[in-house]
């Protein structure tokens, strides 16, 4: 059974900086696809970045392009996701996840079999 633990969330002001961990157990960390999502109040979960096991390629979601930044040490088995210039918009629950590396469209959760319980982010203005 895969599991996957977030931490690093927290409270934080507009134009700040946080950077979430995930933990993955498993031996073949280093395969999967991995993935951050978000979920904000009375909102739909929506995909925040990815980056594939073979080659780190990255996906990002436009509302985050040059702000986030997504990578993996594979010899932790851990995934993170460097949050700067954060806005109150960017207020969410944050999920890790890590799917099939053979996963050809990765910016959906049904991409992703394994989740986390999610770490809470909260920007003030």
């Known amino acids: 059974q895969v599991q996957l633990v977030e931490s690093g969330g927290g409270l934080v002001q507009a134009g700040g900086s946080l950077r979430l961990s995930c933990v993955v157990s498993?031996?073949?960390?280093?395969?999967?696809?991995m993935g951050w999502f978000r979920q904000a109040p009375e909102k739909e979960r929506q995909f925040v970045a990815a980056?594939?096991?073979?080659?780190?390629?990255?996906l990002y979601a436009d509302s985050v392009k040059g702000r986030f930044t997504i990578s993996r040490d594979n010899t932790k088995n851990t995934v993170y996701l460097q949050m700067n210039s954060l806005t109150p918009e960017d207020t969410a629950v944050y999920y890790c996840?890590?799917?099939?590396?053979?996963?050809?469209?990765?910016?959906?959760?049904?991409?992703?079999?394994?989740w986390g319980q999610g770490t809470q982010v909260t920007v003030s203005s």
């Open positions: 980056i594939r096991g073979t080659g780190g390629d990255t």
């Open positions: 996840a890590a799917g099939s590396p053979f996963t050809a469209v990765i910016d959906t959760s049904a991409a992703y079999a394994y």
């Open positions: 498993g031996r073949t960390f280093s395969s999967y696809l």
